[in-house]
């Protein structure tokens, strides 16, 4: 298992991404835009691979004060190798008395995970490596 990705949510994406890329030298993949959620990403990769950013938006997020946890740190993504792998450890971990947050699934960006708050009540998420390249 490796840490695959920490996603972040972002006001400005945009100028997020210049951010990573310019300074850090992280290479930033193609956008992704979900129209019907009108959620936009991005997958940021080092040169010398790792754990990737993913940077992530929903503009009207940015209008709820309520929403304060929308902006920073969102979760971060574990791989576990397959989709087999997936789905068996979030019935172990539903099993064990962890809340599932996201059901097994394959994302609009190509990702198969789920979601499962852990005893701090932070998101985990696992996924497959390799599906959103």
Same mark, same amino acid.
């Given at each position: 298992?490796?840490?695959? *990705? =920490? /996603?972040?949510?972002?006001?400005?994406?945009?100028? =997020? &991404?210049?951010?990573?890329?310019?300074?850090?030298?992280?290479?930033?993949?193609?956008?992704? *835009?979900?129209?019907?959620?009108?959620?936009?990403?991005?997958?940021?990769? #080092?040169?010398?691979?790792?754990? &990737?950013?993913?940077?992530?938006?929903?503009? #009207?997020?940015?209008?709820?004060?309520?929403?304060?946890?929308?902006?920073? =740190? #969102? *979760?971060?993504?574990?791989?576990?190798?397959? %989709?087999?792998?997936?789905?068996?450890?979030?019935?172990?971990? &539903? %099993?064990?008395?962890?809340?599932?947050?996201?059901?097994? &699934?394959?994302?609009?960006?190509?990702?198969?995970?789920? #979601?499962? /708050?852990?005893?701090?009540?932070?998101?985990?998420?696992?996924? =497959?490596?390799?599906?959103?390249?």
């Amino acid at each position: 298992m490796k840490i695959d *990705h =920490l /996603a972040i949510w972002a006001d400005d994406i945009e100028s =997020l &991404r210049e951010f990573y890329t310019k300074y850090f030298g992280f290479v930033s993949g193609e956008k992704y *835009h979900n129209p019907r959620k009108n959620f936009s990403s991005y997958f940021l990769s #080092a040169e010398e691979g790792g754990a &990737r950013i993913e940077l992530m938006n929903i503009p #009207a997020m940015a209008d709820r004060h309520e929403g304060a946890d929308m902006i920073g =740190l #969102a *979760h971060f993504a574990i791989s576990v190798g397959s %989709k087999e792998n997936v789905d068996t450890l979030t019935e172990t971990l &539903r %099993k064990d008395g962890y809340t599932v947050l996201g059901e097994p &699934r394959t994302t609009g960006d190509g990702c198969y995970e789920s #979601a499962v /708050a852990y005893p701090e009540g932070n998101r985990v998420s696992r996924n =497959l490596v390799g599906i959103n390249l």
